[in-house]
C-alpha cells in the first residue's frame, strides 16, 4: 500500500479542501444579431429637450392654439405653460391671443428649408453593431469552423428575441459610449440625440468559453466562470448570460447510473497499485479518492507514472498533465506508434463540448508526430450510437461499437496505445445523486496501466463499425486491429 | 407614499437621479419611467395627434388620413429597405418580400408602386407622396408643414434624454414635489437651485457633509432636516481626515460630527428638535437587540405582527435573530484583503450567504410566497460590511444556480449604501475576523477595525423587518466594542428563545446533504444520452 501511495502519490497540500477546483471547461455559443441602428448625434447646447420641440410644432404650425400645442405633446395646461414660459424667457417664442408664435429670433433658429431649429448641429449616422440575445450586450461577430458551429447554444428567451429591435434601442444608448464615442474618439460634447430606427439584420452565434468550477468541498454545487472571455467589469453588463450558462449547467446534471460501480470496478482493475486504498472488498471508495485526489500537489514525474485526476482533461492542470504524460512516454517508449489513438467518450451531454478538444487531438497529433512518426497519427472517436455533431466534426475518425456487452456510460477512455491511457469515470459529486458530473480517474505512462486500459477498451467497444474513417476503410480496419491489439 | 395614498390620490412628484438606485415607492415616479410614459401614449395615439394637426393646416379628412398611413404605415418598410440594402449580407430574400409588403401598401392608399428599385434616398418614398398630393388642390408647403410634424413626431419618440439635456428639467419644473440625492438635485441642467421651493426635508440628514446640505437648504423658504447621528455619519476620506486632525489639531470625533448633530445639539435645536423612540420596522427581538446595543434601551417597539407569514419561512430561520457563527472554523472563516481595492473579503461567509440562500431556494412555501406578495420589491437584503464583499456576492450570484426567483428578490450592498433602506429579511455578512486584536481570556481578540465605531453596526443591524440573518465571527469581539455589545444582547434574546446560532462549520458540512434532500430524484437536464 505504502508503495502504491509512492508510486501514484504526491506530497499534500495545505488547505486544499477550502480552495477552488475546476472541472471541466466548456464552449457554448452565444446567440447573437446584426443590427443596422440609424442614429443622431448632436452638439450639447442650453435649450432643452422639451423646448425644441416646441419650437419645431410652432415653425410647421404657425399660430396653433396653446392648448392644441399641449394636447399634441400629452402636456397639461401647466406643463405647457412651463414649457412655453422657457421658450419666451429665451427670446424665441411668444403668445398671442392663445396662440404660440415664433419671435423673429425664433424663426431665425430655422435655415430655409429646414424644419429643424440650429440650435447645435445634428449629424446622422447609419452603423451595424452586433448584441447578443441574452443580455443585449455589444458582441463582435467572428466566423466559426465547422466544430465551433456545432457546440451548444445558449437558450434565449423567446421574448426576448421577438423584441430584440425595440430593446436594441434601450441597449445602444447604454453602451454608446463604448460602441461609438470611444471607437471613433468623438468629443465628449457630442451627445446621443436620437435612435431613429433599427432593422434585425443577420443572426450569428460566438462562443464563449466557460469554466465549471465548484468549492473542493462542494464539488456537487458548480458556478460558470465566464472570465475567460470577459473582465469583470464587461461580466457586470452581461449577468444574464451568467445566468443563462449557469442554468445550461444546471440542465446538464446527471444522476447516479445503475453501472457506475462496475465503472469503478474497470478503473480498479486498470490501475490496481494506484488505486489499492480505494477499492476494497469489491466496492470503490469514491470520497477517499475524490479528497486524495485534490489534496495532492504533486505531478506526473519520471518515476511518478500514475497520478490521479479530478476533473476532464480539458481544464487547464489536466490538460498539461496530459501533454506531460505524452513527452515522458514518448521519450521512455520503445515499441513503435500505433497508427491511431482513440478516446471513448462518457455518455454525458456536456462532453467535449469546448474549443479545447480539437485543440486536445491536434496538441497529441503534433507531440506524438513530431518526435517519432514519419506520417499523421489519426484521432478516432468510438461511439455506441450516432455521436453528436460535435464530437463528430471533432475527430479524424468516427467509429461505432458493435460490442453485445454491458455499455459502461460512466467510463471515458483515453488511449494512445504503447504509451499513455487515462480512464475516468463521470458521476455526480461525493454524496451527490444528481449533480453537473465530476470525473475521477487516473492519467499513466506506465506500461502496465497502459496494456489494460488497451485490453478494456477492447473488451468495451470492439467490434467496431466504420462510421467515417480517416483512411482507406480497409487500412482503417487494419489500423484498428494493430492499435488495440492486446 | 403609502400614507399619502391612503389619503389622496397619487402625489405630483418626480424622483431625478440614477433609477437602479432608488426605493421601489418612488420608481413609477422616476423621470426615466414618466418620460417613457409619456413617449408610450404619444405612440398609441399618434393619428389622432397628426389629424389634428392636418386639421389645423387645413388639410381635409382624406388627405390626413392618407398622409399619416405612408408616414406610419409605408415609411418604416421602406427605412427597414433602406437598412438592408445598405448592409453586407444575403438579405435578397426579406428585400423581396417587404417589396411585395409596399405594393400592396401603395394599393391600399391608392398610388401607384413606383418603378425604382433604389433604396439608396428617399426619392421612391417622395413619389408615393407626390401622387398623394396630386389628388388634392393643396399647396405643397401645407403638405411639407405637414410631413415636418411627423418627423418631428418619430425625433420626439426617438429623442434620448442625457444628463445635459434632458425630460428632467421639464418634469422638475413642473411637478409639486422634486425628489432626489442632495449633491443630484443640485446639477445646474435641472435649474433647481434657482427655484425657491415652499419646503425643503432633508432626509439622513445626519449622513450629510456641509457642503452637501448646502445644495438643499439654499433652494427652500422652510427646511426640516430628519436625522439619526448614531447612524452612519458623513463620509470623509481618512487621509483628509488624518491631514485635518494633525494639522489643524481638531479631534477625529469633531471632524467626523455631522453639521446635523451640532444643530440637533445646540440651543436652538433643542428647543426647535423632536426625538421619535418609538421604531416600527424590526421586529420587538430585533429592535431590542439594536435598542440595548446602541440606545441605551430606550426605543419602544411597535410592530409585532410579522409582514411574511412565519409558516413560509424554511427552518433555517424559525426565529427572528440567528447568528451563522464562524469561530469554529478558525482561520479558514477569517478575513483577506482584496484583490484589487484596499476592502475586505471574507470567502467563508460568502459560502454561508450561498447556503442559506440555497436554504430559502428550496423551501417551496417560500417561493409560493415570493410569487404571491407584492408588497416588497426585494424582500431579501444582503448586507456586506465592505465594498469587495458586497462585489464578490453580486458576482457569485448569477453563477449560483439559484432559481431566477430568488435571485430576483435580493439586493446585495454595503451598509453605506443600506442607510434608509429596509428589508423583510436581512443577512449580514460582517467580513471583519481576524486575530489580530489583542489577548482576551488566553485567546487573540478580533481587531475592529472601522467596525470599533457603533454608528455603521447599528445601521447594518437595524435594516431588518422580520428575520435578521449575522454572518460571522460572535465571541471573539474585544469587550467594549459594539460587536460585543450586539453579541451580549443577542445572548439575551437567545436565552428568551427568540434567537439561535448555527455553527457555520457543521453548516457546511451539512450543506451538501441537505442540499440533495430537495434535488428532485427525477432527470431534470438532458442527462446521460
Known amino acids: ?486 | 407614499m403609502q400614507l399619502f395614498r391612503q389619503e389622496r390620490d397619487e402625489p405630483s412628484i418626480v424622483r431625478v437621479g440614477q433609477e437602479g438606485a432608488i426605493s421601489s415607492d418612488l420608481r413609477p415616479f422616476h423621470s426615466d419611467r414618466v418620460e417613457a410614459s409619456f413617449k408610450d401614449k404619444f405612440r398609441a395615439e399618434l393619428r389622432e395627434r397628426l389629424e389634428q394637426v392636418g386639421a389645423r393646416l387645413g388639410l381635409g379628412a382624406e388627405l390626413i388620413t392618407r398622409l399619416t398611413f405612408a408616414e406610419t404605415t409605408i415609411r418604416p418598410v421602406v427605412d427597414r429597405l433602406q437598412h438592408l440594402t445598405a448592409a453586407s449580407g444575403d438579405f435578397a430574400g426579406r428585400a423581396e418580400a417587404l417589396c411585395t409588403t409596399l405594393a400592396n401598401l401603395c394599393g391600399k392608399v391608392g398610388v401607384n408602386t413606383p418603378e425604382s428599385r433604389d433604396w439608396s434616398d428617399d426619392q421612391w418614398y417622395r413619389d408615393v407622396l407626390e401622387q398623394i398630393g396630386r389628388d388634392y388642390d393643396v399647396s405643397p408647403d401645407r403638405i411639407a408643414r405637414f410631413l415636418a410634424v411627423a418627423k418631428l413626431s418619430r425625433d420626439w419618440l426617438g429623442s434620448i434624454s442625457t444628463r445635459q439635456r434632458s425630460f428632467e428639467s421639464f418634469l422638475a419644473g413642473t411637478r409639486r414635489i422634486v425628489a432626489g440625492t442632495c449633491v443630484g438635485l443640485g446639477r445646474s441642467s435641472l435649474g433647481l437651485t434657482q427655484n425657491r421651493f415652499d419646503l425643503v426635508v432633508v432626509d439622513e440628514a445626519a449622513r450629510c457633509t456641509a457642503s452637501e446640505l448646502a445644495v438643499p437648504m439654499q433652494s427652500g423658504r422652510w427646511i426640516v432636516l430628519v436625522g439619526d447621528q448614531l447612524q452612519l455619519e458623513p463620509h470623509h476620506r481618512p487621509d483628509v481626515v488624518m491631514a485635518v486632525e494633525r494639522q489643524a489639531q481638531i479631534a477625529k470625533r469633531e471632524i467626523l460630527k455631522s453639521d446635523f448633530e451640532r444643530v440637533f445639539k445646540s440651543k436652538y435645536g433643542k428647543a426647535s428638535g423632536q426625538t421619535l423612540l418609538q421604531q416600527y420596522r424590526m421586529l420587538p427581538a430585533i429592535g431590542r437587540v439594536v435598542s440595548q446595543a446602541f440606545y441605551n434601551g430606550q426605543l419602544s417597539h411597535a410592530r409585532g405582527e410579522p409582514v411574511i407569514p412565519p409558516s413560509v419561512l424554511p427552518p433555517i430561520v424559525s426565529t427572528p435573530l440567528v447568528w451563522v457563527a464562524t469561530d469554529a472554523l478558525g482561520a479558514e472563516g477569517f478575513q483577506r484583503p482584496a484583490a484589487d481595492s484596499r476592502s475586505l473579503v471574507n470567502e467563508s461567509e460568502v459560502d454561508a450567504v450561498m447556503a442559506i440562500l440555497r436554504d430559502f431556494d428550496t423551501h417551496e412555501p417560500f417561493h409560493a410566497w415570493l410569487q404571491e406578495q407584492d408588497r416588497f420589491q426585494e424582500p431579501i437584503g444582503i448586507i456586506c460590511t465592505y465594498a469587495a464583499q458586497r462585489e464578490f456576492i453580486r458576482r457569485r450570484l448569477p453563477a449560483s444556480g439559484l432559481t431566477s426567483r430568488l435571485r430576483e428578490n435580493c439586493k446585495v450592498d454595503t451598509v453605506d449604501s443600506y442607510q434608509g433602506k429596509q428589508n423583510a429579511i436581512v443577512i449580514l455578512s460582517l467580513v471583519r475576523n481576524n486575530s489580530e486584536g489583542t489577548f482576551a481570556r488566553d485567546a487573540a481578540t478580533i481587531r475592529p477595525g472601522f467596525m470599533d465605531r457603533p454608528n455603521r453596526i447599528n445601521v447594518a443591524l437595524s435594516r431588518a423587518m422580520d428575520r435578521l440573518v449575522i454572518i460571522g465571527a460572535m465571541d471573539r469581539w474585544m469587550s467594549g466594542t459594539p460587536m460585543h455589545a450586539v453579541s451580549a444582547a443577542f445572548r439575551v434574546e437567545q436565552a428568551a428563545g427568540n434567537a439561535r446560532v448555527l455553527n457555520a462549520a457543521a453548516m457546511g458540512a451539512a450543506r451538501s446533504s441537505a442540499a440533495e434532500k430537495h434535488v428532485p430524484r427525477r432527470h431534470t437536464g438532458r442527462g446521460r444520452r
Request: glycine share 6%; hydrophobic share 40%; with cysteine.
Open chain 1, 1 to 486: 500500500m505504502n508503495g502504491a501511495r509512492a508510486r501514484s502519490g504526491h506530497e499534500p497540500a495545505r488547505g486544499d479542501e477550502e480552495r477552488e477546483i475546476e472541472i471541466d471547461v466548456i464552449d457554448v455559443l452565444l446567440p447573437c444579431r446584426n443590427f443596422a441602428i440609424t442614429y443622431k448625434v448632436a452638439d450639447l447646447g442650453k435649450v432643452s429637450l422639451t423646448s425644441e420641440f416646441l419650437m419645431r410644432l410652432v415653425h410647421s404650425v404657425e399660430g396653433i392654439p396653446e392648448g392644441e400645442a399641449a394636447a399634441y405633446f400629452g402636456f397639461s395646461d401647466s406643463e405647457i405653460a412651463f414649457v412655453v414660459s422657457d421658450l419666451e424667457a429665451l427670446g424665441y417664442l411668444e403668445r398671442r391671443e392663445g396662440s404660440l408664435w415664433l419671435t423673429l429670433a425664433g424663426r431665425e433658429l430655422f435655415k430655409p428649408g429646414s424644419d429643424t431649429p440650429e440650435i447645435y448641429e445634428v449629424e446622422r449616422r447609419s452603423e451595424r453593431h452586433g448584441f447578443d440575445l441574452i443580455a443585449l450586450a455589444p458582441t463582435e461577430y467572428s466566423s466559426l469552423s465547422p466544430f465551433d458551429a456545432a457546440l451548444p447554444e445558449l437558450p434565449s428567451s423567446p421574448d426576448r428575441v421577438a423584441n430584440a429591435s425595440h430593446a436594441v434601442r434601450m441597449a445602444f444608448r447604454r453602451h454608446f459610449d463604448s460602441l461609438v464615442r470611444r471607437a471613433t474618439n468623438a468629443p465628449l460634447k457630442q451627445s446621443l440625440y436620437s435612435v431613429d430606427s433599427v432593422t434585425a439584420l443577420n443572426r450569428y452565434a460566438t462562443p464563449v468559453p466557460v469554466r465549471v468550477r465548484a468549492k473542493a468541498s462542494l464539488p456537487g454545487i458548480v458556478e460558470p466562470d465566464l472570465s475567460e472571455k470577459w473582465t469583470r467589469y464587461d461580466l457586470d453588463d452581461r449577468t444574464d448570460v451568467v445566468e443563462s450558462a449557469a442554468a445550461f449547467l444546471k440542465a446538464c446534471r446527471i444522476t447516479s447510473g445503475s453501472y457506475d460501480d462496475v465503472a469503478f470496478q474497470e478503473l480498479a482493475r486498470v490501475a490496481p497499485d494506484a488505486l489499492a486504498d480505494y477499492y476494497k472488498d469489491g466496492a470503490f471508495r469514491r470520497g477517499s479518492f475524490y479528497r486524495e485526489a485534490i489534496r495532492r500537489a504533486g505531478d506526473l514525474r519520471a518515476d511518478r507514472p500514475t497520478i490521479l485526476l479530478v476533473g476532464t482533461l480539458f481544464t487547464d492542470r489536466n490538460g498539461g498533465r496530459l501533454k506531460r504524460s505524452i513527452d515522458y512516454a514518448v521519450q521512455r517508449s520503445e515499441k513503435s506508434l500505433a497508427p491511431l489513438f482513440f478516446w471513448h467518450p462518457p455518455g454525458v451531454p456536456s462532453w467535449g463540448a469546448t474549443r479545447r478538444l480539437p485543440l486536445s487531438l491536434d496538441a497529441v497529433r503534433e507531440s506524438v508526430s513530431s518526435t517519432e512518426s514519419l506520417r499523421r497519427v489519426n484521432s478516432v472517436g468510438i461511439t455506441h450510437e450516432r455521436p453528436p455533431r460535435h464530437l463528430d466534426k471533432a475527430f479524424d475518425s468516427i467509429a461505432m461499437s458493435q460490442a453485445r456487452v454491458l455499455r459502461l456510460e460512466s467510463l471515458e477512455v483515453f488511449l494512445i496505445p504503447d504509451r499513455v491511457a487515462a480512464v475516468l469515470v463521470h458521476v455526480p459529486a461525493t454524496g451527490s445523486t444528481e449533480s453537473y458530473p465530476v470525473p475521477l480517474g487516473i492519467l499513466s505512462f506506465d506500461p502496465d496501466i497502459v496494456y489494460r486500459t488497451t485490453q478494456l477498451l477492447s473488451d468495451l467497444v470492439l467490434p467496431l463499425k466504420v462510421i467515417r474513417p480517416a483512411l482507406d476503410v480497409d487500412e482503417f480496419e487494419d489500423a484498428i486491429k494493430a492499435s488495440l491489439r492486446t
